[in-house]
Nanobody, 113 residues
Framework: EVQLQAFGGGLVQPGGSLRLSCEAS????????MTWLRQVPGKGPEWLAVINNGGDSTLYTDSAKGRFTISRDNAKSKLYLHMSSLKPEDTAVYYCTRGLGVWGQGTKVTVSS
């Protein structure tokens, strides 16, 4: 069974940094494009970033560009999202996905003073 679990969320001050991790199992991790999404209650999901299977190509939405970095370690079947210069509007539940079809268990990030 495909399993995706995000970790690393928590409370952080505005302007702070946080690194999220996603542990994957049940499939050939290195064969798939991976993404990070986030969702705020009452709003639709927002796509943040995508990384190709080899990890040498990335794309970001405007909200993430310049502040967030997506990376992966295929040997460990792990996906990462490093976030910096965090803003209150970054508060959301963050999810990793295999492509856009399989969502994992999310982790909550709260940016507040």
């Amino acid at each position: 069974e495909v399993q995706l679990q995000a970790f690393g969320g928590g409370l952080v001050q505005p302007g702070g940094s946080l690194r999220l991790s996603c542990e994957a199992s049940g499939f050939a991790f290195g064969s798939y494009e991976m993404t990070w999404l986030r969702q705020v209650p009452g709003k639709g999901p927002e796509w943040l970033a995508v990384i190709n299977n080899g990890g040498d190509s990335t794309l970001y939405t405007d909200s993430a560009k310049g502040r967030f970095t997506i990376s992966r370690d295929n040997a460990k079947s792990k996906l990462y999202l490093h976030m910096s210069s965090l803003k209150p509007e970054d508060t959301a539940v963050y999810y990793c996905t295999r492509g856009l079809g399989v969502w994992g268990q999310g982790t909550k990030v709260t940016v507040s003073s």
